[in-house]
């Protein structure tokens, strides 16, 4: 069976930064974009960006381009979310998720999830 599971989350000033993880297991990790989402309470779950899945390619949500960047290390099937430049309102649950898409950006767009890992940005 497939199993994502994020770690990293933590607590962190604003300003700071964070690198939460996901590692994958019972996928073809290579075969798979790796999507990062987020959910604040009371609000939908929203799309913070993606990385293709052999291409050195990720694309971003425009409220976190040119602070967070997504990696990944195929050989460890694990990506990463580096987070800088945090702001309070990047408070939320983060996810991570698994897609077959060219282009993934919807939460409808991917087939596996993980649990998620809280990141809290005090001001």
């Known amino acids: 069976q497939v199993q994502l599971e994020e770690s990293g989350g933590g607590l962190v000033q604003a300003g700071g930064s964070l690198r939460v993880s996901c590692a994958a297991s019972?996928?073809?990790?290579?075969?798979?974009?790796m999507g990062w989402f987020r959910q604040a309470p009371g609000k939908e779950r929203e799309f913070v960006g993606t990385?293709?899945?052999?291409?050195?390619?990720?694309f971003y949500a425009s409220s976190v381009k040119g602070r967070f960047t997504i990696s990944r290390e195929n050989a460890r099937n694990t990506v990463y979310l580096q987070m800088n430049s945090l702001k309070p309102e990047d408070t939320a649950i983060y996810y991570c998720?698994?897609?077959?898409?060219?282009?993934?950006?919807?939460?409808?767009?991917?087939?596996?999830w993980g649990q998620g890992t809280q990141v809290t940005v005090s001001s």
């Open positions: 998720a698994a897609s077959l898409r060219g282009w993934p950006t919807r939460v409808s767009e991917y087939e596996y």
């Open positions: 019972g996928l073809t990790f290579s075969r798979y974009a």
């Open positions: 990385i293709l899945g052999s291409a050195d390619t990720a």
